[in-house]
């Protein structure tokens, strides 16, 4: 096939593409009607960050939607935005951007494709089947070929998947390391069977943090599909606001999201929130893939011990072994998730510099880094909690 024949558009909106089309790039596995491998490169969701105003004018996020036609046919999209600012994106560039502009070069805007404000991996490249190759390569040559013709300083792909790091450091992107947390369904039974692959020390813990969250006064709930209803996300929105103003200054996601969120996404979603006194008082957001349940956003208006580590790592445990989901990702950040079962797990991204000079100088540093990460993750590992093999331990 002639890439050449290939048709390279930038679109301002998700409107421009209709669902079905984007979603055959996007989510092909779910063209029979099962969930895709993560709702985050939806048409649905995507669309949901753009309608709300959580991306768009004045974010700092303005869509720039990167797709590749052949005979009229979309065969290859990714969500692309032009960026005036580093936030949101959980892989740090910002010593990056004072060293070149120290420099007296621009750092931004810059283009990164990317989910906004979200830290969890999946394909970045999507490409209709049958064109997995010549679509992804279509896709990284326009990128970078638009950034090189606006003289714009550099492309970032984040959270991508290790196959689509691979195939694009052999069309010559730079590759960046980091790590998260995980848990890992070992095919277990149910949260006890879990505990009996720990240590002794680690399951006695997490057996008495369990308690003193669950005594708390009240009632955990865990709400889905059409168990969901606006005041939930009305006590959530106040959660989140507060989690958002502490961590980031101000929330990324406006209100309005979540009223989308309940109109277009709520079978994509777990909202376990906490009850106490016929008040909601903590919650925390989940997004359910095929395979995986995805920790987003929690918060909280009262303190209560380990409710956090209940509602956030162990429920998801629980809903995790209940739907033969294979693992939790945690989100980014938090060696306090490796205590409670979640170990150090390998993420990707890819980078793209105009500045030659600059670029070498960048290539040297992630050289040194992914070594770093790696190490790191090996000794992580090495103080996990889970039993050691040959070791017998005393109850």
């Known amino acids: 096939m002639d890439q050449a024949q290939i048709e390279i558009q930038v679109l301002p909106s998700l409107s421009q593409i209709t669902a079905a089309d984007w979603d055959a790039c996007a989510c092909p596995e779910a063209a029979t ?204 929105w106040q959660f989140y606001q507060d989690t958002g103003a502490r961590k980031w200054g101000s929330p990324y996601l406006t209100r309005a999201f979540f009223d989308l969120a309940q109109e277009r996404l709520r079978d994509d979603i777990v909202l376990v929130l906490a009850e106490r006194d016929g008040r909601w008082i903590a919650g925390a957001l989940n997004f359910i893939g095929r395979e995986t349940l995805f920790g987003r956003y929690w918060g909280a208006c009262e303190h209560h011990p380990f409710l956090h580590f209940e509602l956030c790592y162990y429920r998801a445990i629980d809903y995790a072994i209940a739907h033969g989901l294979k693992r939790v990702e945690a989100g980014a950040q938090g060696e306090h998730k490796l205590a409670r079962g979640y170990l150090p797990s390998q993420t990707h991204s890819l980078h793209w510099i105009g500045d030659p000079g600059f670029a070498e100088a960048v290539a040297e540093f992630l050289q040194a880094e992914r070594t770093a990460v790696s190490e790191e993750i090996e000794i992580l590992t090495e103080y996990g909690p889970f039993k050691k093999v040959n070791v017998e331990e005393k109850e």
């Open 33 to 236: 009607g099962g969930r895709p491998d993560d709702p985050f490169t939806t048409h649905r969701f995507l669309k949901a960050l753009e309608d709300s105003g959580s991306v768009g004018r004045g974010t700092g996020w303005q869509p720039q939607y990167l797709t590749a036609y052949l005979d009229d046919m979309l065969i290859a999209a990714a969500p692309m935005y032009a960026k005036s600012h580093s936030q949101g994106e959980y892989i740090f560039d910002h010593s990056w951007a004072h060293a070149y502009e120290r420099a007296g070069g621009r750092y931004y805007p810059k283009l990164q494709i990317a989910v906004p404000f979200t830290p969890a991996t999946g394909r970045r490249f999507l490409v209709r089947p049958g064109y997995d190759g010549i679509g992804q390569s279509a896709l990284v040559q326009g990128a970078v070929q638009l950034a090189a013709d606006n003289r714009i300083s550099s492309l970032h792909v984040t959270f991508c998947t290790g196959e689509e790091a691979e195939a694009s450091v052999a069309m010559g992107l730079m590759a960046r390391s980091s790590q998260q947390f995980h848990w890992l369904n070992d095919g277990y039974a149910d949260f006890d069977a879990f505990l009996a692959g720990l240590s002794s020390r680690k399951r006695k813990n997490i057996r008495k943090e369990r308690q003193q969250a669950n005594a708390f006064g009240g009632t955990i709930h865990e709400l889905t599909g059409d168990a969901l209803r606006p005041e939930h996300w009305e006590a959530f």
